[in-house]
């Protein structure tokens, strides 16, 4: 769960969603050692992008009951502002804050090589880049998971029924198509929501060649 606010002082805002907000362990907060940098206008913008950010990457369901509307910036605020943004947004990875991160648009130059998973009748692609391993729209998942899912791999299990509640996840034609490109932590949680079971994504991963996405690392790795 993610709650994206602005607040002026931020402490008791903080201390309101302590006493009324159960579900967070922690909070990142930004600010400007610069007097005058940051004003109200300047922090709404802010609220209101990150808060679009997060609903476009549906990484982590929002609190926010409503997305406010951007507030009316000059050209040159706005310029300044998403500059700010985008160092925010470059900082949040680090802190271990991916909620706001969309898979890019295509494969990078450096991205890897486009894979194949397959199983159950469906069939998903993806490739290696530096967000994880990203899964292409128009993917497909299996409907169901094996039992021992829910058991034995909750984490999995969990993450795959967020993706179908968000609609990451959408159904058709009794399977399961992946609505948009979605970047994983790593091929396994990846071949683990396409195939509704525990997975190994280097040896599910398959090149158009047939060699397995291990295969293809060792022989990197030996060049």
């Known amino acids: 769960m993610l709650y994206v606010g602005e607040g002026d002082p931020i402490r008791p805002r903080l201390e309101s969603h302590y006493a009324q907000k159960d579900f967070w362990t922690r909070a990142v907060g930004f600010t400007t050692t ?31 009951a409503n997305q406010p509307a951007e507030p009316s910036l000059s050209e040159a605020d706005r310029a300044d502002m998403e500059v700010f943004l985008g160092h925010m947004l470059g900082m949040l990875p680090v ?9 890019p648009k295509a494969p990078a130059a450096k991205a890897g090589p486009v894979l194949t998973c397959k199983g159950k009748g469906v069939q998903a692609t993806g490739y290696e880049a530096s967000q994880g391993f990203v ?5 497909q998942a299996v409907a169901d998971t094996v039992p ?7 984490g999995m299990f969990d993450l795959r029924q967020e993706l179908i509640g968000n609609g990451v996840l959408g159904l058709q034609g009794g399977i399961y ?7 994983f932590s ?5 071949a683990a929501v396409v195939l509704g079971r525990s997975a190994n994504g280097r040896i599910e991963w398959k090149a ?6 291990k295969e293809l690392q060792e022989a990197e790795a030996a060049q």
Request: charge should be positive.
């Open 95 to 103: 802190l271990g804050m991916r909620a706001f991160e969309q898979a």
């Open 148 to 154: 021992s899912m829910a058991l034995h791999v909750r």
């Open 186 to 190: 790593s091929p396994s949680t990846a």
């Open 208 to 213: 158009a060649d047939g060699r397995t996405l």
């Open 177 to 183: 198509q992946f609505t948009q490109d979605y970047s």
């Open 34 to 64: 610069t007097a005058g940098q940051l004003n109200k206008a300047h922090a709404q913008f802010l609220e209101s992008r990150l808060m679009a950010l997060a609903r476009a990457a549906k990484r982590l369901p929002l609190d926010n």
């Open 135 to 139: 899964v292409r729209a128009g993917s």
